[in-house]
């Protein structure tokens, strides 16, 4: 039978629904993780280390134990006996890592020592009893400090702060370069910062009575109860999957944390809550993005074809090789973004210094890589005397050449980058823009004009299926039981939404609930623009399957073949003969009634489980070395007029217009959020966030949000946003994963008007964030009259 | 750098014991209702709140003031109650996000954050409404400008800001229409 949702004509798909979700958050009605309180809970705090890099000769921990309210303190040591290290992503048998420092200190602010006591409260402040003695070592807050031979090891074991050293060439890099009417080379610098969301991580545990070890955590992974499993060395775990996410973006992976608090709840028999305090979270929670050093060569003609790249990166991992190495490889799903660039080269290094982790935030690494690629194609435009937007449309994928295989070998699935091109130059009233900044200039203003494009895959770990259930129940409504939670993502109103396509039934009647770790449902986490693709996707193969048993049925009860039976909403009935319908309410009924009123050998009731196994594209192709595919490819376009104060170098965007295309939209609310967010993110990453390390000490100077400045408000600008519909083939929708592209395209797009404003002065912009500061010592330089002020790509 | 060795602070003080709490007992109103409370005097408001009292919907971001998560108004005045002491509190009329609705029936200002989806992860919103609220009572034809200032003290990091705007430009709008018709 046909679905009701092929022919690309939908009643629900692809028009604003309310989200359900927002009906509880506006009452203060989200649960958080804070917000679980169980019986006779206790709490944790954490005694941090004063020093960067050190060896830990001891941890004296007496005076905190007899503190008021404390019930037990943990130390590294302790752990050791408790559980497995925290599993890292590359084999590394010599980087040891645990949740407490063990014999070694790796960076400011990691946790020595886990106070447990009946209150937080009572718990800081033993925290502070807490005492350890060290031998200080040379803090590595540079990678490429890191890297030379003379470095102090900070795993000393290993033979090496390098723990990844990679490098692919796919196409004929070599003879690009060789034959090139020109060859550059710029250097770019992408300094840390991340989805800090303004709810901290925050985990629970407990033994329940019949012994199952139950979390609970503000975890965006639910598959981390396999690996709960494995690290606390017992089968029975149980992770709940039903608490409301305070944001993520990616950076809500506290892995550690979960294991301190299971450790604390075996030891204790009571249930441990810990929720990071700002200044835990900042420092030692694992939840930075990348932190990147570049070196970009391109190979081009004079008329501005780019024929290849050559990209080298030093990624400055932190302290233990956490998620860090999956945000250097990711890119290479994109590799030449959405250019028809023939060749390229990408490798270099992951390097071990005294930092907090890396998690893979909001795009996983590929934000960088679109900003350097996008700065290059300026460069590239700017040293030959070329247009950047001509630059731009010269080098495009065309929309006739999908599906397009890259270098390396992932293939877009669909795209259409100078139709959106041309939208957003024609909404942003480019050739006014260029008018005004005429003006501009001639009054001694310093006005830019930049634009930037940016590729968005979806769908990350596709290879690992997805799974939904669904059940009609006894009086006709749905159930829907999913394997995660959601971190604002409105994975209800999606499921609910498509079930509503598909089944046709009312919002009211459909319940979305959230599993757990023992709830039989496979589940992966959204990750990767992960969740229209997988979820969408499972969700609507399971309704089919909850269709064809209730056509079966109905044409049981109604004694004709199931070729008769048609549907219409939630009808089912003889075609032709619209007297003869049952609806679902009543075939529910029969299903979970007498036996023989139902079919032989149909299974009482109406349950189905689905496990979609992602895409052809992504399960049955081998890529060449290092290659990464996803399943789509979604596309932005940014236009941003920015204005820089000749005198303070305050910098202020004046316009920012956005052409945002992920094929079919399922909701506009709800894709437009990730858009406007995205830009927020963008503008935070481009212009204020930083988590910088003092170079001397190695201490952490931003660990509060009076010196980690993100956007408010006044900062981020009201953004012009345009849809672009290219759809997908690989979606039953025609959708795209998306909530990642604005935020990856908006430090490029921010950084070219920034340059383009400064152009009089021949400055050069290959760093972010750009601050005023950063501008007054380029202009500084510019003024001196040599040649450094383009040059740097550093500090 | 030189190596050197090092104690941390506390291990060069002498044994400092902690001491054990002492409690007020305050009374306040919140969203209408008497409530007593023990605290110790360190007991920040939001705290107090949270887990003394009955009203988890007010949210700790920062806990030093930046934020916004856990703006509630005290006796008709915005406050980070992050900033402030319970004891501080006592006697004082206090407004929490929950007591915003009545019944099932939303603000003018909750309606519009649903229907412009004024939110992403939901956290941050408590403090948004409460902002936009008390901006309105005292300001109920609020210009763009002063808007964007009054949010300009509440963080969210998912949806930058354009449709919580859109929600607060809505809200002002319906009333400046219903101003005409009155």
């Known amino acids: 039978m046909t679905s009701p949702a092929e022919g690309g004509r939908y009643k629900f798909i692809g028009k604003p629904m309310p989200v359900i979700e927002d009906r509880r958050f506006v009452r203060g009605g989200g649960r958080y993780i804070n917000d679980l309180s169980l019986p006779a809970m206790l709490h944790m705090a954490m005694a941090p280390a004063p020093v960067a890099h050190a060896v830990l000769q001891s941890v004296d921990v007496s005076q905190a134990l007899s503190a008021p309210g404390v019930v037990t303190v943990i130390t590294g040591a302790d752990l050791v006996q408790m559980m497995e290290p925290v599993p890292q992503e590359l084999a590394l048998p010599h980087v040891v890592w645990y949740p407490l420092a063990v014999d070694k200190i790796r960076y400011a602010g990691e946790w020595v020592a886990a106070v447990v006591a009946t209150s937080r409260a009572a718990a800081e402040d033993a925290a502070e009893l807490v005492t350890m003695e060290f031998e200080e070592l040379e803090p590595l807050v540079d990678p490429r400090r890191a890297m030379q031979p003379d470095a102090p090891l900070l795993h000393e074991a290993e033979s090496s702060n390098v723990v990844w050293n990679e490098r692919w060439t796919w196409g004929e890099v070599d003879r690009e370069f060789a034959q090139a009417d020109h060859t550059f080379e710029y250097r770019f610098r992408w300094n840390r910062h991340s989805g800090v969301p303004l709810e901290t991580f925050g985990c629970v545990a407990q033994v329940d009575p019949t012994g199952i070890l139950e979390l609970w955590a503000s975890h965006q992974n639910p598959d981390i109860q396999q690996e709960v499993i494995k690290v606390m060395r017992t089968p029975k775990v149980k992770v709940h999957m039903d608490i409301d996410i305070g944001g993520s973006y990616g950076s809500k992976r506290g892995r550690k944390q979960m294991y301190l608090v299971a450790a604390a709840a075996i030891r204790t028999r009571r249930p441990v809550k810990f929720i990071e305090d700002r200044i835990e979270n900042m420092q030692a929670g694992d939840g930075h993005g990348p932190d990147r050093y570049y070196t970009v060569k391109v190979a081009a003609t004079s008329a501005g074809d780019i024929r290849a790249l050559d990209i080298d990166v030093i990624e400055d991992l932190g302290a233990y090789c956490g998620r860090g190495p999956r945000q250097i490889t990711k890119p290479t799903s994109a590799i030449v973004g959405p250019y028809r660039i023939p060749a390229a080269r990408y490798g270099g290094y992951g390097v071990l210094t005294c930092k907090t982790n890396q998690v893979p935030f909001r795009g996983a690494g590929q934000s960088p890589h679109n900003f350097i690629l996008e700065r290059t194609i300026d460069q590239v435009a700017r040293d030959l005397g070329l247009d950047r937007v001509d630059v731009r449309l010269r080098n495009y994928i065309q929309p006739e050449q999908f599906p397009y295989e890259i270098p390396g070998g992932a293939i877009y699935d669909s795209g259409n980058y100078p139709g959106a091109t041309e939208i957003g130059l024609k909404q942003a009233r480019f050739e006014d823009l260029l008018v005004e900044q005429a003006q501009a200039r001639a009054a001694g203003r310093l006005f830019g004009i930049g634009t930037a494009g940016g590729l968005d895959p979806g769908g990350a770990a596709a290879e690992h299926g997805e799974g939904v259930r669904i059940e009609i129940d006894a009086t006709g409504h749905a159930v829907a039981t999913i394997g995660f939670q959601s971190a604002g993502q409105a994975h209800e109103s999606m499921v609910t939404q498509i079930i509503r396509e598909e089944l046709g039934i009312d919002i009211a009647d459909i319940t979305v609930q959230r599993g757990h770790g023992l709830a039989g449902i496979y589940a992966g986490a959204p990750t990767g623009n992960r969740m229209t693709q997988m979820l969408g996707t499972t969700v609507y193969q399971c309704s089919a399957k909850v269709r064809r048993r209730l056509t079966e049925l109905a044409a049981f009860t109604l004694e004709v073949g199931e070729g008769q039976i048609e549907v219409e909403g939630t009808s089912y009935r003889v075609t032709g003969e619209p007297g003869r319908a049952l609806s679902i309410r009543q075939l529910a009924k029969i299903a979970y009634g007498p036996r023989l009123k139902c079919p032989p050998g149909m299974e009482p009731g109406i349950v189905e489980q689905n496990v979609y196994a992602g895409p052809d594209i992504v399960t049955k192709r081998k890529l060449k070395t290092g290659a990464k595919q996803f399943p789509t490819y979604s596309f932005d376009f940014h236009v941003v007029a920015a204005e820089v104060d000749p005198a303070t170098f305050e910098i202020k965007l004046t316009k920012y217009v956005v052409v945002h295309d992920c094929g079919t939209v399922i909701n506009p609310l709800v894709v437009d959020g990730f858009t406007y967010g995205g830009v927020g993110h963008g503008v935070g990453g481009a212009l204020f966030e930083n988590f910088a390390y003092d170079p001397d000490s190695g201490q952490l100077l931003a660990s509060t949000f009076m010196d980690y400045l993100m956007p408010t408000a006044h900062e981020v600008p009201r953004v012009e946003l345009h849809e672009q519909v290219t759809p997908s083939p690989l979606h039953p929708y025609g959708a795209k994963g998306t909530a990642e592209g604005a935020y990856m395209t908006t430090p490029a797009a921010i950084a070219s008007a920034i340059e383009d404003a400064l152009a009089p002065h021949g400055i050069r912009i290959t760093e972010v964030p750009i601050t005023p500061q950063m501008i007054f010592d380029k202009m500084m330089v510019a003024a001196s009259g040599t040649d450094g002020a383009g040059k740097d790509g550093d500090e | ?182």
């Open chain 2, 1 to 182: 750098m030189q190596q050197s060795t090092g104690k941390s602070e506390a291990a060069s003080q002498k044994k400092v014991p902690v001491a054990e709490p002492t409690f007020i007992t305050i009374s306040l109103t919140v969203n209408g209702a008497a409530y007593a409370a023990r605290v110790e005097p360190r007991r920040t408001l939001l705290d107090c709140l949270r887990d003394d009292l009955v009203f988890p919907g007010t949210h700790a971001g920062c806990e030093h003031g930046v934020c916004g998560c856990c703006n509630v108004i005290v006796d008709g005045a915005l406050i980070r109650s992050c900033l402030m002491l319970a004891v501080m509190a006592d006697g004082s009329s206090v407004e929490t996000i929950e007591g915003q609705a009545d019944g099932d029936e939303l603000t003018p200002v909750q309606e519009a954050f649903c229907a412009k989806h004024a939110m992403q992860c939901g956290y941050c919103t408590p403090g948004m409404i409460m902002t936009l609220e008390d901006l309105l009572r005292r300001n109920p034809r609020p210009s763009e400008e002063e808007l964007v200032d009054a949010l300009s003290g509440n963080l969210c990091r998912c949806t930058g800001y354009e449709q919580i705007l859109q929600a607060a430009e809505s809200v002002v709008a319906a009333g400046e229409k219903e101003a005409e018709t009155a």
